[in-house]
C-alpha cells in the first residue's frame, strides 16, 4: 500500500507537471495567437487608415471633378447660345443670298436683253459714216 500511494504520488506529481508544461505551453499558444491577432488587428487598422485616406483622395478629386464638370457645362450652355445665334444668323444670311441670286439672275437676263438690243443698233462711228454716205446720196440725186 505504501508502494502504491508512492506510486500515485509519483504519477500525481508526473500529472501536476505534465499539467504544468501543458498549461505553459497553451499559455505561450495563447499569447502567440495574441500576438499574431494583434499584428492582423494593426495589419487591419494601417488598411483601414489607408482606405480612409484613399477615400478622402478621392472625394477630393471627385469634388474638384465635379466643380470643372460644372465650369464646363456652363461653358458649353454659353457656346451653344452662341451657336444658335449664330445659326439665326447663318440663316437670315442664306436667305439673304438667295434674295440677291434672284435679283443678280434677273440682272442677268436684263443685261441680255440689252446687249442684243445694242447688237442690233449701230455705233456712233457707223452712223456717222451713213449719215455721210446719206447726205452724198441725197445731193446727187437733187442734182
Known amino acids: 500500500m505504501i508502494k502504491k500511494k508512492k506510486n500515485n504520488l509519483k504519477i500525481e506529481k508526473a500529472l501536476k507537471s505534465v499539467k504544468e508544461r501543458n498549461d505553459r505551453d497553451v499559455l505561450i499558444l495563447w499569447e502567440d495567437a495574441n500576438d499574431k491577432f494583434q499584428i492582423a488587428i494593426e495589419g487591419y487598422r494601417g488598411l483601414y487608415q489607408r482606405?480612409?485616406?484613399?477615400?478622402?483622395?478621392m472625394v477630393q478629386g471627385f469634388a474638384e471633378v465635379?466643380?470643372?464638370?460644372?465650369q464646363h457645362s456652363k461653358i458649353l450652355?454659353?457656346?451653344?447660345?452662341?451657336?444658335?445665334e449664330h445659326s439665326k444668323i447663318l440663316k437670315e444670311h442664306s436667305n439673304m443670298i438667295g434674295e440677291i441670286q434672284k435679283d443678280?439672275?434677273?440682272?442677268?437676263q436684263d443685261t441680255a436683253q440689252i446687249r442684243m438690243g445694242l447688237q442690233k443698233r449701230v455705233d456712233f462711228y457707223e452712223f456717222n459714216r451713213l449719215e455721210r454716205r446719206v447726205i452724198a446720196l441725197e445731193r446727187k440725186v437733187r442734182v
Open 51 to 57: 482606405i480612409d485616406d484613399l477615400e478622402e483622395k
Open 66 to 70: 465635379h466643380t470643372i464638370l460644372l
Open 77 to 84: 450652355e454659353e457656346h451653344s447660345k452662341i451657336l444658335e
Open 104 to 108: 443678280v439672275e434677273i440682272l442677268k
